[in-house]
């Protein structure tokens, strides 16, 4: 893409919203980032991206936040962080847009958490599906798969496992 949304820096994971205007990234090192590395988004105009903004304290910690996914209304975004509070290494967490911007990070808690990594978050178009990687749900190797859904009172499904031939030893 080159500039603006690359740098020297490292950017990568990111998601694009369904109508292909808003570009969600991580960036680390990035001048005006919050912590290790942060999530940002870019704007496009005509055929050109917008120089980015990051997000914030909003969603952005001291810490690593990073593998932004959006939901397809761009209202929901799913990502990975390691800040403190979570159950493990690293953990899920979504945070909402409404009229006073991103809301505070909410993790999705042990039904998707573990004690060990959960990262790569993809929410499905259908916005209650996620698809997502963990070390601490039992699997068939060192980080498999999963799926979950959302259940009508926002827990989530017992994750399944993707199973063979998605997940390998």
């Known amino acids: 893409l080159g500039g603006p949304i690359n740098t020297p820096e ?13 570009l969600f ?3 680390c090192s990035r001048v005006g980032g919050i912590g290790s590395c942060d999530i940002w ?6 055929e ?7 997000l ?3 969603v952005n910690s001291t810490e690593w936040e990073t593998q932004p996914s959006l939901t397809s209304d761009g209202k929901t975004l799913y990502f990975v962080s390691n800040r403190p509070g979570g159950y493990g290494g690293s953990d899920i967490y979504k945070s909402t847009f409404g009229e006073k911007g991103w809301t505070n990070p ?13 990262q790569f978050p993809f929410i499905h178009p259908d916005g209650i599906t996620l698809y997502f ?5 039992p699997g068939m190797g060192k980080s ?11 827990s989530w499904s017992k994750p399944g496992n993707m199973c063979f031939p998605i997940n390998t030893d």
Do not use: C, M
């Not at 988004?41 to 005509?46: A, E, F, P, Q």
């Open 10 to 22: 490292n950017e990568a994971a990111f998601t694009v919203s369904a109508d292909g205007q808003y």
């Open 25 to 27: 990234f991580t960036s």
């Open 41 to 46: 988004v870019s704007k496009l105009n005509g």
């Open 48 to 54: 050109v991206w917008q120089n980015p903004f990051n």
């Open 56 to 58: 914030g304290n909003a």
């Open 106 to 118: 909410v993790n999705l808690g042990t039904d998707i958490n573990t004690a060990e990594d959960e």
């Open 133 to 137: 990687t963990s070390s601490g749900h």
């Open 144 to 154: 498999d798969i999963f799926y979950s859904r959302t259940l009508k009172d926002n």
